[in-house]
């Protein structure tokens, strides 16, 4: 502090020498760090998103009009409120809207309960909690909604109960908005589970322990220290849940019914018969602008609170256990949704030992055999399954996704959430935006993007790798900015004051705080299985009319679309889900693929 000791003291003299150069060469690092995400932010994100989206303002002539994109969006079928006044049914935007709202919402409350049960609660039932709360993750939403229609479609075990001990006819009450809802409530709660768990390990025990030590009541506690403490993880879990909301395809096709919403539309709009492209891109503007609006609402309740709970000073205190009045309604709900989703997982899977659901139960392993069989060739073991090549693939490219995700996505949020830049705001939101795009949409721009030198992509396994890694960025993204969020920047500068550079207190101090976090965000279990998924939206074989990937003969597991009906191919579904995980069924009514 006495700057005159810089004058008559050498030794001090070239300590504070030693920090200016280190604080230097820790902004150059930085510095160096967010120019290369920002390069690759706008190459594999900004710049494909805008080729697609720019459609939305071409006419039918190609020539650049605002108006266009007014008359492709501004009509009835878009935001209609017909059904706030006895209508059907409202528009696709407001029903888009109404159900990323309700699905944020029942995520992330479902997702906080379970990892609250998972850390706070009894330990002979954390590691069944676990892995249950994570079993959606691990299968696409197209498993879950093959479940729930075997629970609750027309042939149905619920309607079939229904009408045999009531007489009441089997009718496609479960298809609608209900059906999607619970669908995506199923497919999307473990990754609020997987965000709510590292933050809620991330809380300091010292800060309850005072409380306690003040005399308040472990309710109090509860409600005043440990809740407030959350804040971050819950409002990432909302904007997550939001944005898989938007941009779920898969759900919605299965049990919407008629019930539309903009990532169909979108869908069906480029791969359907009509191909417009830019009502395509127009639709997919009213969903970015959907994504900022949630994006800036966030950011203005989150603020610039200080949630941390981590510090340099030692914290060996004993997590708090959960309040009784708490740990009873949380018994109450946990326990019994997690046995709901064994029911559903243990429906969808019998389908794959039964001749035909609904109509005969026998017994069955022909549709195992069809899809895993093994040969015994002239040259050897022979794959002769349908299904072999397309899970090779896909676990190869899921393989090599996996890492470059987990990396980037912690790179990019210690950058949003330790240094102070210019248009951080905007970088932030670049790297949230290919989450609010529906998988087709993001498919389809990079195929325009990079289908020209120099960047000739398209045919080739690299353009599906990083399709699933920039698809899948923002998970890892939020929570690892809601981990860091909870570590005192204390801590970084205590090891800069030591002699480490950037890269250092990176490695040797924050990652070892962040295991909790990596583990259950951004590590590679979300892109490894989630983008397998992804796939599918990506590489339909529709696409193949417009020549653009007639040079890939890739077959990914998500990617193997077939033609189904729901009365009598139920079983070959199920053994797919069933023998692969990450195996996606296609039912397409509109045109043979």
């Known amino acids: 502090s006495d700057l005159s000791a810089e004058v008559y003291d050498p030794q001090c ?39 697609a989206l720019y459609g939305a303002f071409l006419n039918e002539d190609g020539q650049w009009s605002l108006a266009a994109m007014f008359d492709r969006v501004g009509n009835e079928r878009v935001w209609g409120l017909s059904c706030v006044v006895g209508g059907v049914r409202c528009g696709v935007a407001w029903n888009t809207l109404a159900l990323a709202l309700l699905t944020a919402t029942g995520t992330t409350i479902l997702g906080t309960m379970m990892a609250l ?37 027309r042939a149905g075990v619920v309607n079939q109960f229904l009408e045999y001990a009531f007489g009441i006819t089997p009718s496609r009450w479960f298809y609608g908005w209900l059906g999607v809802w619970v669908a995506q409530t199923f497919a999307f709660t473990p990754i609020a589970f997987m ?21 308040a009541s472990p309710h109090r506690t509860f409600m005043t220290v440990t809740l407030p403490l959350l804040k971050p993880g819950l409002a990432n879990a909302f904007l997550v849940g939001f944005i898989e909301s938007m941009a779920d395809f898969g759900n919605p096709i299965v049990v919407g019914g008629q019930f539309s919403v903009l990532s169909t539309e979108i869908f069906f709009a480029i791969v359907g018969a009509q191909y417009d492209q830019g009502r395509a891109a127009s639709l997919a503007w009213i969903l970015t602008l959907f994504a900022l609006g949630v994006f800036a609402l966030q950011r203005g309740l989150l603020g610039r609170q200080n949630y941390t709970t981590v510090s340099g000073k030692g914290d060996a205190g004993i997590p708090m256990a959960l309040p009784d009045s708490v740990r009873r309604v949380l018994n109450a709900v946990v326990y019994p949704w997690l046995a709901f989703t064994v029911v ?155 002699g480490a550079n950037g890269a250092t207190t990176f490695r040797r101090v924050l990652m070892p705080l962040l295991k909790p976090a990596i583990r259950a965000v951004v590590g590679p279990k979300i892109a490894l299985v989630d983008s397998a998924e992804s796939c599918a939206r990506f590489v339909k074989e529709r696409l193949e009319h417009l020549n653009l990937l007639a040079k890939s003969r890739r077959r990914a597991g998500t990617i193997q679309p077939f033609v189904t009906d729901e009365a009598d191919r139920f079983g070959e579904l199920a053994e797919r889900f069933l023998g692969m995980p990450c195996e996606t069924a296609w039912k397409v009514d509109l045109a043979p693929v």
């Open 13 to 51: 003299r070239t300590y504070v020498k030693q920090i200016v150069l280190e604080t230097e060469v820790v902004g150059y690092i930085g510095g160096c760090h967010n120019d290369g995400c920002a390069v690759l932010l706008v190459t594999f994100i900004a710049f494909p998103l805008s080729k």
């Open 344 to 498: 559903v997982y243990l429906f969808a899977f019998a389908g794959g030992f039964v001749q035909t659901w609904g109509r005969d139960y026998t017994l069955t392993f022909n549709h195992f055999k069809t899809a895993f069989a093994l040969e015994w060739g002239q040259f050897g073991l022979v794959w002769a399954g349908t299904a072999w090549n397309s899970l090779f693939t896909t676990v190869k490219l899921a393989g090599l996704s996996a890492p470059v995700t987990a990396a980037t996505g912690l790179l990019i949020a210690w950058l949003l959430a330790r240094t102070e830049f210019h248009g951080r705001g905007l970088f932030e939101f670049v790297a949230l935006l290919a989450f609010a795009i529906p998988g087709t949409v993001l498919g389809v721009s990079y195929i325009l993007a990079f289908n020209v030198p120099p960047f000739e992509l398209t045919g080739t396994g690299l353009i599906i790798v990083l399709c699933f890694v920039f698809r899948n960025l923002p998970v890892g993204v939020r929570g690892g900015i809601a981990a860091l969020s909870q570590l005192d920047k204390s801590l970084d500068e205590a090891s800069t004051t030591l």
């Open 117 to 153: 049960m998972a850390e706070r609660g009894q330990v002979r039932f954390q590691a069944p909690l676990k892995v249950l709360a994570l079993l959606p993750i691990i299968t696409p939403p197209f498993v879950v909604g093959l479940g729930l229609i075997l629970l609750f479609g």
């Open 195 to 215: 965000i709510m768990r590292g933050v809620v390990q991330g809380v300091a025990p010292s800060l309850e322990e005072a409380a306690q030590t003040l005399r």
